[in-house]
């Protein structure tokens, strides 16, 4: 999971998440920045083989976008990661969507999300 902060304001952000829906930039894995595993770390081998679903959310009150990716705790690669949303949907009967990793994907994502929102404090103010 990770906070990509930006150097805009409402209306930039705005502009980012009307591009990352209509060029529908969320569904790309080449644009997820790549783990932190550092060396003798249980996350050392974790990259981009190794995902196997990802959710991204621009927020357009908070210079931010939040994003979180999933694979399996044994590091196996995965050919073809899979969107959040779209592992998610009813019926839906690929690796992803049955091994849960979309669903919780998705809901690290809203997680930290929430967290951020509460943080941040009505109208984007840092509380306490």
């Not at 980012?16 to 790309?28: K, M, N, V």
């Not at 044994?74 to 990793?101: H, I, M, N, W, Y």
């Amino acid at each position: 999971m990770g906070l990509l902060f930006t150097r805009t304001g409402p209306a930039g952000m705005t502009a980012l998440r009307d591009r990352f829906r209509a060029e529908h930039l969320d569904t790309r894995t080449d644009l997820l920045p790549l783990p932190y595993g550092p060396k003798g770390s249980l996350a050392e081998g974790f990259g981009a083989r190794q995902r196997v679903s990802w959710s991204l959310t621009v927020r357009t009150d908070l210079p931010v976008v939040v994003w979180a990716v999933s694979g399996f705790a044994d590091g196996r690669s995965f050919a073809t990661p899979v969107p959040a949303a779209r592992a998610t949907r009813e019926g839906e009967e690929g690796t992803a969507a049955l091994s849960g990793l979309g669903h919780d994907t998705a809901a690290l994502a809203t997680r930290t999300d929430q967290a951020l929102t509460k943080a941040a404090g009505p109208a984007g103010e840092p509380t306490g």
